[in-house]
């Protein structure tokens, strides 16, 4: 049987040694926030949107398997109370596991010394049990569930943690691997029986949820032997406080027989959980929105190529693109309402426009020539960003119709097309993607900036502020710019 807190150790080896390139060019180390078995968790900083992320370092010697289960359940799952999984970085020494960081800390930290009030428990618990019917119907076993692998965040909502221990299962599927922490063990795994799986997560459910009502765990001994025979031969002990409804359910998942005891779907159901409780979203979550303008936005401003965020979302690489798009996505969500960067070396990466708090968020897009580049940016070496008053532009890539090259329709984008477009975010522009012929897609290119410049320059000095599709005219077309007015707040 597998210990967390026997079989392995690792030398912990503090935040100085996240010191690799590949990590650093990203992150920026704050503190070491805690040690697991296999190896260190810390608080970075994602130097792109000044987010505090959580990292798990784990050294390359690890078994493969451990190391990979646990990347593959965390690029499975998505639920609201499952933590999130924002980029993975390989190098030659470590794996870098990138996640979402529960800033309430552990719940096990939570639960004052008597226990928790029981409708706090409740809305709580009802959470816990929500994420683990999730990972189930996803066919994923967490196998080592504890207090101290589920956090809170920000709005104190649980995250469930900790992966190390997954895997994937079918139905009906019989296990003889037995691994987590003894107290939270089921009694088929100390036993080392052949069992399935979910009832063994349905079991630390139960001592999870005596926990948080009564302040200790249900079963303590002085030895491991004695705890062992406890966990056999369950006599549930409660205090005064706890409600007869909720020790009815603790009853009936501390069953020793698996068989009889609840899933995780039959303990959401329990009439207890649900008291005074709205009816429970669904478990099957869908996955995040991929193609978020509004995000996308803010990741071109940042100086991501369309095309490579495209192939990294649509691929769901987890790679740099991904995780900056998955963590604004989740700043907006939380009601951040815009980027708080942390510390920023200016002459890397430019801040984006202040605005006043009483004003809603403005996402900008950088303009794709350098005449309006700002004079300090072009001495300095800096990409171009526009300033606030500038009217956002958003650019049609070329269409394969040969042989004059055009402008794709308005329906159609860089995220629609699996087809691939040239960069806009530097000033110049590839090779023409249709003809083949450099200089020609050059010269194209050049009357296309020369009615952008002209347009923007009427429309900043005579037009109030708005955003458009501009539909430019090829060559030969007689065919003046049209703007779709929407008015973009400031």
């Known amino acids: 049987m597998h210990s967390k807190s026997s079989e392995f150790s690792v030398v912990p080896q503090g935040p100085g040694s996240c010191q690799e390139k590949a990590f650093t060019d990203h992150y920026q180390v704050l503190k070491d926030i805690g040690h697991g078995a296999y190896g260190q968790v810390i608080l970075a900083r994602h130097l792109h949107t000044g987010a505090e992320v959580a990292v798990k370092v784990l050294p390359r010697s690890m078994s493969e398997n451990l190391v990979h289960s646990e990347i593959l359940a965390m690029k499975t799952l998505n639920h609201p109370n499952v933590i999130q999984l924002f980029q993975v970085i390989e190098t030659h020494k470590q794996i870098y ?41 996803m066919h994923i076993l967490h196998r080592d569930l504890k207090p101290k692998n589920i956090v809170l965040d920000a709005r104190g909502n649980i995250r469930i943690v900790d992966f190390g221990f997954s895997i994937m299962f079918k139905p009906g599927q019989k296990l003889t691997e037995f691994c987590g922490t003894l107290d939270y063990l089921a009694p088929e795994c100390v036993r080392e029986e052949v069992h399935e799986g979910p009832p063994v997560d349905s079991w630390s459910l139960g001592v999870i ?46 069953t020793v027989d698996p068989r009889a005891r609840l899933s995780a779907e039959e303990i959401l159901a329990d009439p207890w959980l649900n008291q005074g409780e709205e009816k429970l979203p669904s478990h099957d979550v869908p996955f995040p929105n991929l193609s978020d303008p509004t995000v996308l936005t803010m990741l071109f401003d940042m100086g991501y190529d369309p095309y490579s965020t495209w192939v990294s979302l649509s691929q769901r690489k987890f790679d740099g693109a991904m995780a900056s798009y998955l963590i604004i996505q989740r700043q907006i969500s939380q009601g951040a309402g815009c980027i708080k960067p942390g510390r920023r070396d200016p002459s890397i990466f430019p801040a984006l426009p202040q605005r006043r708090a ?16 700002p004079q300090e940016a072009k001495e300095s070496g800096q990409k171009s960003f526009r300033r606030a008053s500038w009217p956002a532009i958003r650019l049609r890539f070329l269409h394969e119709k040969p042989p004059t090259p055009r402008l794709a329709s308005q329906h159609h984008s860089v995220f629609d097309s699996p087809e691939p477009c040239p960069s806009t975010t530097d000033s110049h522009v590839s090779q023409d993607a249709t003809t083949g012929h450099p200089q020609g897609h050059r010269k194209g290119w050049k009357r296309v900036r020369q009615r952008i410049a002209a347009c923007l320059r009427r429309l900043c000095c005579c037009t109030p502020l708005c955003v458009g599709e501009i539909e430019v005219a090829t060559p030969g077309e007689q065919k003046p710019a049209r703007f779709t007015n929407r008015v973009v707040p400031t």
């Open 97 to 137: 596991i990138v996640m979402e960081y529960g800033v309430g800390g552990s719940l096990f930290d939570f639960i004052p010394p008597g226990g928790m009030r029981e409708e706090e428990a409740r809305r709580l618990f009802r959470q816990i049990a929500s994420a683990v019917c999730y990972c189930h119907k």
């Open 209 to 254: 949820l005596y926990f948080m009502l009564t302040g200790h765990r249900p079963f303590r001994a002085a030895s491991m032997k004695g705890l062992m025979w406890k966990i056999l031969h369950p006599k549930l002990k409660f205090p005064w406080r706890v409600s007869a409804k909720a020790k009815r359910l603790i009853k009936k998942i501390l």
């Open 358 to 373: 009483s004003k809603p968020a403005l996402h900008t897009f950088p303009l794709p020539c350098e005449h309006h580049q």
